[in-house]
């Protein structure tokens, strides 16, 4: 059972595992892409749309569910060169 269900900078110092979940809507990103945007989206967890943390033994798990929204935000700042983002 999740105990959080948003981004909480306290709990991140107790995290010892990380999850990131793809759902149905983002069935066509390739094994390659799923690997960079789980990386992407961990590195910075405070800009996910969806942060769960599931408490386990010796901390606890972030789980990230990705969002369209995430993924178009990160393909966007991968691709634009920095002066000329939105």
Known sequence: MAAHSHYDRKLEMLVMERRTIFGDELAELSEDDRRWLAEALHAEPHKAAEV????QHTGFCREIVA???DVERLYR???LPTNEKP
């Open 67 to 69: 969002k369209r929204s």
């Open 52 to 55: 769960r943390y599931e408490r």
């Open 77 to 79: 700042e991968r691709i």
